[in-house]
Structures are given as C-alpha cells and as structure tokens.
C-alpha cells in the first residue's frame, strides 16, 4: 500500500512507527552500532599512530563524531519518523539511506563482535599447563591511607566509591612446560606493567607494589611497557622502578606511552641503573649448561617488521616473548614463543557486567583483554597493570603476577 505526501512516497502505512519508546530502542541501538565503528577504526588504526598530537587530535574527533553525530541525526528526525523518512527513498533522502546503512552495518559488527567474544569466553579452558596458586587482594578498598585520587570530568566522590584503584591483585600461577631446561625449573618470574608515571597516583602506592613484587623473591622480573606518560615523571620513575631487585635481571621495554614521552631517556636511566633493555633485543639467561631466551618486542612503535622470523631460527631454545600490546602474540607464538607476557589493555580497565571489557586497544578489539591465552602450544598472559592515564577502574583491579615456570605441575 502506497501513499503520497510532501516528504515523498511512503512504502507502507502498515508500518509506520510512532512509537516513542521504540524509536529511543532503535536510535540506542544505532549509536552502539555508531559507537563500534568508531572504535574499531580507532583501535586498529589510530592507537598505533607514531604522532602523538595527531593521534589525539583524531581520538577527538571520533569522540566527538561517536558521541553527537547520532543525537543530532536523531534530533533532527524524531518529530518525522525516521524509519519513514529513510524508507521513502526519495532523491532528498538519498543521505538518510546511506546513513541508515552505515548504522546497521556498525549494529551488526557490534553483535557480531559480542557474540564471537561471549563464545570465545565460554568455550575458553583455563590453559591445562597453567595452575592458579594463590589470587589475594593487597590492600582492602576502604583503606583509609590510600585516598583514591580526583577523577576527571568531575565525577569525583560517584564514581570513586566504585573505584578499583589501590586494590591491587597478586596472582601466582605454575606453568607448565615440557622444553624447559632442568636448570631453570621452579624459575620464579614476576611480570608488572603499565606504571603509567605521570603524577596521578600516590607515591606510596608506587612503593606498595614494587616492596610486594621484591617480596615474591624473583629470579627474574619484566616491566612491560608504558612506565611513564608524561615526561616530568621521569625522574620519579627512575627512583622508584630502580628499586625493583632479582636475582637473574630486571627487563624493561617501552609502550605506547613511552614512545610520545620520554621513554627513551628513562631507558638509557634504567640501564646505568643495571637493569636490562629489549628494545627489539633478544638476550640468553645462563645456568648451569642450560640456556633461556628473552625476546622483546616493541613493534609495533618500534617497527621491526623481521622480529617473528628471527625467533623463529631458534625454536629449539625455550623462549619467553616480552612486548607491549598483545597484538604481537599470535606472530611469537606461531614462530615459536612459549610464553608470551604483555600489558597494554589494562583488562579493559572499565568491565561492565555482561558486557566486559570496555577500553581494549587491540587491533583483535575485545578478544585479547586480560589473562591467559593459548595458540600453537605458546602461552598468553595480558596484566592488567599498575596504573592508568585516567585513575579510574571499575571490576578490574591493577595486578601483579608471579610465574613459576615447571618442568611438572605441584599436585594440589
Ligand atoms: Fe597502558
């Protein structure tokens, strides 16, 4: 049934929606499908960019696009249903039907990607060759010492009672691994990341988890990534991650972050400090007759576009792959990693229930967010790190992990 008015030719009246409620359901779904396009493109494209400036101007450009963009187009047609304007296919609303297309296509990536997440979480095993051994929260929420800092936007007080920060989770799991040498079973290995120094969080807390990590007796201890976001910090972090002590070596590479700041001198601090650097570097650990070896990989900042073939040439050696992002796991793993330890994602830092993780910079988007993953025999471990540019996490506590690697599982 056809009909005839001034905005065109409408393909049904039998269909036509003035519903209020409906229209907020579909204009909702509309901004999330909006929303997963925007992230998308920023998480596999933008979040790797070298510019720093340039890479926020964008950020904020597509903020700004995901946010108002859908309220203006919904404010503008409202009053005149929209699914009739679009429908009526006139000449003038060519624009409203390649905007309704664009729309469904962000919807059906975003129920795609959540529906590929959720199967990929429940058909998810906890890795057979991993034993979790002990998960304890250090310090209890309500301590009064550790005042959560003042959040941005003025949210404040709200959104603190719900804050994460300062109840820091020490996780220690046994893994597995039949091509570990004799010489290095029951290697204690203590993986930290993202200290995001850039004055937003308390001094004390800094000195917390690295007395907590000293007291787990490593032998070994990585720092992977993103040690400080403004460069002032510099100095403090300096102070503060020199005070990290183990027995074979502390290892440290750079992030994101540490790329548009100082992260360069705070490395060449570091190594006068008599830690150890992997900036695309691989260094062999010594005991006995036996030998490991650390790979670090800062690709994709650092681009290195050969660093998964020169693991490869040595497979035979038990390797262990450092790196920022979790994006290089599937390349390390395929050339032959048997551990992969990275940060980078902060867990999602915000986790919503049912949901998950909600900031996940990965150009896999959500699949990579936090803890253990396993592909072609080689193992995925995500932290979800110290700290944070934004102090503010919701179901997704800061972490530190201790690994003892094992020849054979302890039986409980
Ligand atoms: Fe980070």
Redesign the pocket.
Known sequence: MYCANQDGLFISQGIMINNYAFKIVLATLFWLGQMKICITVINKYIVFMHDRFVKQILIIAFALFMAIFPIVLFARYHHNDIIMQILTLHPRRFVAFVLLLYFLFGVLLFIRANIISLIRKLSRPFPPRVRLLERVCLIHPDAPKWTPPRIPLGLGRFLNSFNNYYQLEKSIYEIQSDNLPDDFDGLRVVHLT?F?FDGSLDDEYYDFCIREANALNPHIIFVTG?NISASDYTKQAVKKLSELQAADGVFFLR?N?DFWTDGKGFLAEMKKKGCVVLDNKAIRIKKGKSQILIYGVEHPWKRDIIWDNLLRDKRDIFTICVTHTPDNFRRAADAGAALTLC??T?GGQIRLPFFGPVICPSRYNRTYDQGFFERNGGLLYINR?IG?TVPFRFRCPPEIALFILKKTLTVP
């Open positions: 993202d995001h993103d992030g972050h940060g980078h902060h790190g944070s």
